[in-house]
Structures are given as structure tokens and as C-alpha cells.
């Protein structure tokens, strides 16, 4: 893991070895002022020596004005290299979510992911260099100031240091419990959150059913455990920091006393005494750096195993090694004993065959759950078939280049989504390159240009998230537009009108007639009034296609189909 995660730096390895290089000068000047201060004391002081106190206090300046460089680098430039590196995972996990197939979005939720790319990898850059940065800042002062102090005065040094040990533990222990209490916080906003956003979201059906006081009491109760988590948190953060005060004040203390008597037998300077203290007060960064980098180091590990794990994740649909291109398509389809399950538990389609001539249309009716969207998703390869061969043209899809593939096919159904974005933008997406006269064309074709151009600011107008803003009838019209503009050979239409009233679904009907004309059509058509005029209906239920033919053989037949066209006739008359 680790490994993996150093493999990031690379790309950025001269920066980083800048900031290690400055952190460690920065560290290194940071060791040698005490010693300046034991000079001044114990030489320059009692010998009035003003000379060399003015020379000092010159290089003492220099010094400084070095150290405010060092320092800036190391904050600039440290963080600029994990703010670097994270934008690499960022942009790697986002390509790689772009591939994944309609499976792996079927089993996992977008807010989950969502937190993957955009938290996980917050913690990142800081853990980048931070983490690195850190560890070499800390042991350096601690180390350094332990040799320096060893050579002043081993016995002292050895007293001093006594205690760092059980400080460190004391820190990292309460630090740990610091962050559980910050992770349980977040956790608990989360709750908050979501109980907030599902109550307001829903706030018409909680005043339609008067469960003002229900919704309060969840409220209230999610409140107050975020209050109770925050109120611990607190209060392991008041030990954890007046402990480091009370452990260095100790170690002051000890230094103090200890060193009064060694000054007391003569064997130590008041410049050395002085200059221990310094060292001392300078413990509680390292600590700090080395507590905040045990915290760090979890989180962002963590971190980044979800990142690898979703990186791992295999795209399971992919181009063959030597794909074709499907191009110049005439638009035979067949489908030759296929079976297919999601996930494999029961078969949803089995055995099938089917055949449509080129720029014919075929018409799938039959009850809810039967399979008809699962069938025209596999021929996108939306979904991977498990047994026998479904071909455009005669070539098992699978031997097509998924890009081109895709490209010849146009999808209309019932959920439209749309972008947050305008109405050009929005039409557009059926092809990148079109000019504004296409897009044009394509609305006047679907019966979209009319209302658009009514609109406030007419094809510039923004659409709202989710296009909220337009009916549902205008948002079908819209995606329409988007397919004319695509143009493709072949059509899929899935319950395009099943969600609009009457007047709307007349409307789209004629331009999805319109849109069907010169292509291979599967539509899928909640009424069967929609379907007369197919060139094959198929009726599937959960037993496979049970029936075939055109619309006169099939009621002349008195099956399956004219049954359903006779209930649906009756009740398109009662409506
Ligand atoms: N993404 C999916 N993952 C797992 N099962 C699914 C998925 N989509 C549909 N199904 C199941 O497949 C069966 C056929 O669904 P579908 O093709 O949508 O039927 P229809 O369009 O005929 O109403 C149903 O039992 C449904 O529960
Ligand atoms: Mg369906």
C-alpha cells in the first residue's frame, strides 16, 4: 500500500525534495538560536563584549530572514505537491468511474461515490506531504536538540529527555481518542444532514399528513446526539492540550530544579541553563507534528485503500483486442438463443430469437417486468449477454469497437435526464460538432423549437438542475431533439410517452413517428394503440415470447395480444 501510494510522487519528486530539502534547514536553524543564546549569555554578556552582541544580533536577523524563506517554501510548495498529487488521483478515479459499466452503477450508490472523490482524496494531499514532512521535522528537533544537549550537559540531558518518552504515548494515546470523538462528529453532521434534507425535500407530504411533530422529534434527537458527540470531543480535546501544557511545564520544572542544582555544584553555565529551556518549550511542535501525523496516517490510508479498491474495480465491458468499426450500418438485428441475468441469479431472458429487417420497426408489448427494457439494453451492451449471439449486420456485437457501437444507436425513454446547463447544451449532447442551425433543425423536428423559443432567453436558457424547470413533456421533447441530432441507423423508444398526459402524447408521438422513419425502431409502448402500425409486435412475458406477427394476424389469432389490445381498448375508451 504504501508503495502504491509513493508511486504518486513521482511526477512530483523535484518539488518534494525541495520541500524536505527546506524543511530540514528550517529544522536546522530552528536547533542552532538556543545556542546562540547560550553564547550571548554565558561569553558576551558578562564580558560587555558589545561588538560581538551587535554581530550576533546581525547574524540572529539573517538567520531569521532565512527561515521565513525556508518556511514559506516548505508551506507553499509542500502543499502545492500534495494539492498536485491529489489532483492526479482525482482525475485517474474520475476517468476510471467514466468506464465502468451499467452493473457496477446498478450495485453502488452515486453519494457513496461521490465522497470517494471528492473527501477521500481531500485527505490526501495533506497526508502527501504533511505525512513525510512531518516525521523528518520532528525526529530532526528531537534528535538534534538531544545531541546538542548531551554535549552540553549529559546529566541534565538525560533528566530533560526522561519524561519526552511518556509524553509522546500520553499524546498519541488522547490524540487518538481526540480524532475517534472528531470521526463520531462528522458521522453524527452526516445524520444531521440527511435527516434535514429528507425532511425538507418531503416538507409537502409532512404538512399533507400534519407530521410536523414526528419530523421534529427526529430532528431533535439526531441534534442533540451531534451536540453530546461534540460536547465529548471536547472535551478529550481540553485534556489532550492542557495535558501538553502540563507536560512540558513538568519538564520545565524537572529541567529547572535539576539544573539549579548542577549551576548549584558549578558544573553547569546560566547560558546553558537558558539554553535548555528553549529546547524544552520546542518539544511541544515535534510532539504535536508526531501526534497529528499518527491521525493523519490512518485517515489517509484509508483513504486511500477505497481509492485502489474502486480503481480495481474492472470496466468488465471492453473493446476486444481487435475490434472493428461499426460503420455504414444497414440495421439487420438479431438475437439467436440468448439468455441473459443480472448478476446471475434467475435468467430475466432465455432462449430468445428474434430478427428485424433493416429500418423496419418492431414493437415489444407485454406485462411489467417481462424483460423488454433488459432486452434493448443488451444490444448497446449495456449489460454483458451470458449465452447464444446478438448481431447488427450480421457481426456478433461483441466484435465491435464499443464507441462506434454505441454511436449508431438512439435511446429515448421515459426517465429523460437532462444536464444542468441551457437548452442548446442540453440538445447538443446528441453531437458534440453541431452547428446552431442543426441543433435548430433537430427541435423544429421534434416539436421542441416552438416552446423553446418562448422560453426567457430561448435556447440560452437555463434549465435548472435536472431540467426542473421545464415539464415533462418538454424535457421528452428535449431528449428527442438530442436523438435527431444524433442521428443514428438504429432507435431504441422505451416507454417514451408513458409518464405525459394526452395532449403531450400526441405530440411526441408524431415526432417520435417522425424520428423512427428510415431507422431500425424497437419500441417498447405502455399502449398498444402505439403499436398498431409496427412491422413485427412481439409479446414477451416472463415465460419468453409467447406470441408474433402484425397487429390483424394477432387479433385474428385471439391470443395473448388480443386480449391485452381488447382490456387496453376498453379502458383508452373509459379514459
Ligand atoms: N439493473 C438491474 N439489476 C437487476 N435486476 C434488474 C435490473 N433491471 C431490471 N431487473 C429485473 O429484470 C426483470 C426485467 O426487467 P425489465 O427489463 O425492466 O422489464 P420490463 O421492461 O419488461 O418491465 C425484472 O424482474 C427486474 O426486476
Ligand atoms: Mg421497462
Redesign the pocket.
Known amino acids: 500500500m504504501l508503495r502504491q501510494f509513493a508511486a504518486y510522487y513521482k511526477n512530483h519528486w523535484k518539488l518534494f525534495l525541495v520541500d524536505i530539502g527546506c524543511a530540514f534547514l528550517m529544522s536546522s536553524l530552528d536547533l542552532v538560536f538556543p545556542v546562540f543564546i547560550q553564547q550571548l549569555i554565558d561569553q558576551h554578556f558578562p564580558n560587555r563584549d558589545l561588538n560581538m552582541m551587535l554581530r550576533i544580533a546581525l547574524i540572529l536577523l539573517g538567520l531569521y530572514l532565512l527561515r521565513y524563506f525556508f518556511q514559506y517554501i516548505v508551506h507553499y510548495w509542500g502543499h502545492v505537491v500534495g494539492i498536485r498529487m491529489e489532483t492526479d488521483m482525482r482525475s485517474e478515479l474520475f476517468t476510471h468511474l467514466q468506464k465502468l459499466s451499467?452493473?457496477f452503477y446498478?450495485n453502488n450508490k452515486v453519494g457513496y461515490l461521490m465522497s470517494r472523490v471528492v473527501n477521500d482524496l481531500n485527505n490526501m494531499s495533506e497526508l502527501a506531504h504533511h505525512g513525510p514532512e512531518d516525521i523528518f521535522i520532528s525526529s530532526m528537533l528531537l534528535i538534534g536538540a538531544f545531541i546538542i544537549l548531551m554535549n552540553m550537559h549529559w546529566q541534565l540531558a538525560l533528566i530533560t529527555f526522561a519524561l519526552i518518552p511518556v509524553m509522546l504515548i500520553f499524546s498519541i494515546k488522547l490524540g487518538e481518542k481526540m480524532y475517534e470523538a472528531l470521526k463520531v462528529i462528522r458521522e453524527k453532521m452526516a445524520e444531521v444532514n440527511a435527516i434535514v434534507e429528507d425532511s425538507l425535500s418531503g416538507i409537502r407530504v409532512v404538512k399533507s399528513f400534519t407530521n410536523e411533530e414526528y419530523e421534529n422529534d427526529k430532528f431533535y434527537e439526531g441534534n442533540h446526539s451531534y451536540r453530546r458527540s461534540r460536547e465529548y470531543a471536547m472535551k478529550n480535546m481540553a485534556k489532550f492540550h492542557s495535558g501538553m501544557n502540563l507536560f512540558i511545564n513538568l519538564i520545565n520544572l524537572i529541567t529547572l530544579s535539576a539544573g539549579g542544582y548542577f549551576i548549584y555544584i558549578g558544573s553547569l553555565t546560566t547560558g546553558q541553563m537558558v539554553a535548555f529551556l528553549f529546547y524544552v518549550n520546542m518539544f511541544m511542535d515535534p510532539i504535536k507534528r508526531l501526534v497529528n501525523f499518527n491521525e493523519q496516517f490512518q485517515r489517509g490510508m484509508s483513504g486511500f485503500s477505497r481509492f485502489r479498491e474502486l480503481l480495481a474495480v474492472d470496466p468488465e465491458i471492453v473493446d476486444k483486442a481487435n475490434a472493428v468499426e461499426l460503420k455504414d450500418v444497414d440495421g439487420k438485428i438479431e438475437y439467436k438463443d440468448l439468455t441473459f441475468a443480472?448478476?446471475n441469479?434467475e435468467k430475466?431472458l432465455e432462449n430468445i430469437n428474434i430478427t428485424i429487417e433493416p429500418g423496419k420497426t418492431v414493437a415489444f408489448v407485454?406485462?411489467?417486468?417481462?424483460?423488454?427494457?433488459?432486452?434493448t439494453?443488451l444490444l448497446p451492451r449495456f449489460y454483458e449477454i451470458n449465452a447464444g449471439s446478438l448481431s447488427i449486420d450480421g457481426t456478433d456485437i461483441r466484435e465491435f469497437k464499443l464507441e462506434s457501437l454505441r454511436k449508431n444507436i438512439g435511446i429515448v425513454q421515459q426517465d429523460v435526464f437532462l444536464f444542468n446547463g441551457t437548452v442548446r447544451e442540453n440538445i447538443a449532447y446528441g453531437n458534440q460538432n453541431a452547428t446552431d442551425e442543426e441543433i435548430i433543425k433537430a427541435a423544429k423536428k421534434a416539436n421542441a423549437h416552438q416552446f423553446i423559443i418562448n422560453l426567457t432567453n430561448g435556447y440560452d436558457t437555463n434549465i435548472g438542475e435536472r431540467g426542473v424547470k421545464l415539464s415533462g413533456g418538454q424535457k421528452q421533447r428535449i431528449s428527442i431533439a438530442r436523438s435527431f441530432l444524433k442521428n443514428p441507423p438504429i432507435l431504441i423508444l422505451?416507454e417514451a410517452t408513458s409518464s405525459l398526459d394526452n395532449e403531450s402524447e400526441r405530440i411526441i408521438q408524431e415526432s417520435l413517428e417522425k424520428l423512427a422513419e428510415g431507422r431500425t425502431t424497437l419500441v417498447?409502448a405502455h399502449r398498444l394503440s402505439t403499436v398498431i402500425n409496427a412491422d413485427q409486435i412481439i409479446v414477451?412475458t416472463d415465460d419468453g415470447i409467447v406470441e408474433r406477427g402484425r397487429h390483424e394476424q394477432l387479433i385474428k389469432k385471439g391470443g395473448k395480444y388480443a386480449k391485452l389490445y381488447n382490456e387496453e381498448f376498453r379502458t383508452d375508451l373509459a379514459g
Open positions: 451499467f452493473k446498478d443480472y448478476d441469479q430475466v407485454g406485462p411489467s417486468g417481462a424483460g423488454k427494457s433488459t432486452l439494453k422505451d417498447i414477451l
